[in-house]
């Protein structure tokens, strides 16, 4: 192959490249991207944006680093013991977990983990809850004083 055409091609791959990175970046839940040893490899700017860190501090560390202690604890085991034995507990499924910013707060979040092929690669998707949360109990808190507002008038009027 010619220079030129090399070079194209490399201006190409990057600007596929700066595609990928700004789909990424426009996504509304953070991403995280993490090897097997559970060293992050990529995340996006929503992740930044909840977690408080710069892509800079996330990238080659372990994603354990977003994980109150009880839980990072024992994140790295449960990885080895899945890339070992293939036996799929959170893979491709979603559930609620509890996460921690830089600044130290938790909040609930929705984590769904997917494998893309066979890349050694791991994707974790967050939502943070905290509002869905706050809303819900502030429904509960109505529902609550409704029905003990109407217990109220209801012996009162007995």
Known sequence: ASEAALIENNRSLEENQNVMSGILDAAFHALFVINDKCIIQMVNEKACEVFGWKKEEFIGRNVNMIMPPEIAAHHDQYMKQYIETGV???????????????????????????????????????????????????????????????????????
């Open 88 to 158: 799929k507990k959170m893979m491709g499924t979603q559930r609620e977990v509890t996460a921690q910013r830089k600044d130290g707060t938790t909040f609930p979040c929705s984590l769904g983990i997917s494998e893309p092929g066979q890349s050694g690669l791991f994707c974790g998707f967050i939502r943070d809850l905290t509002q869905e949360k706050a809303r819900e109990s502030e429904i509960i808190a109505k529902q609550v004083a409704a029905e003990k507002l109407s217990k109220e008038l209801r012996e009162n009027q007995g």
